[in-house]
């Protein structure tokens, strides 16, 4: 048997790119870094990702993927599975 989703829910979500990283730090609670903190932080994203504290325990992430804030927490989703999953909300 087939099974789809019946109800749409919408989440909070935020892709992370290199141009976004203190977005992406304010939107896990966290505060913005300053010019200095931001160019070696990007370095070592790009190079080792970043570390997410997630429902199920500390996640990877990348550049290009997403995290999603829910009301129990947050989680990590790749690109490729969440643009397959999800459409941006018009607001």
């Known amino acids: ?3 789809q989703k019946i109800k749409k829910v919408t989440i909070d979500a935020i892709q992370i790119q ?3 990283i203190n977005e992406v730090m304010v939107f896990v609670g966290s505060e913005p870094l300053n010019a200095e903190e931001f160019d070696k932080f990007i370095d ?3 190079s ?3 570390y997410v504290q997630a429902l199920d325990g500390t996640k990877k ?3 290009g993927d997403y995290i999603v804030k829910t009301e129990e927490g947050y989680n990590v989703v790749k690109g490729t599975l ?3 999953m999800y ?3 018009l607001e």
Do not use: D, H, L, R
Request: aromatic fraction near 10%; hydrophobic fraction near 35%; charged fraction near 35%.
């Open 1 to 3: 048997m087939k099974y």
């Open 18 to 20: 290199s141009q976004n």
């Open 44 to 46: 070592e994203i790009e």
């Open 48 to 50: 080792k990702g970043i």
């Open 61 to 63: 992430a990348s550049i």
């Open 82 to 84: 969440f643009e397959s």
């Open 87 to 89: 459409e941006k909300v």
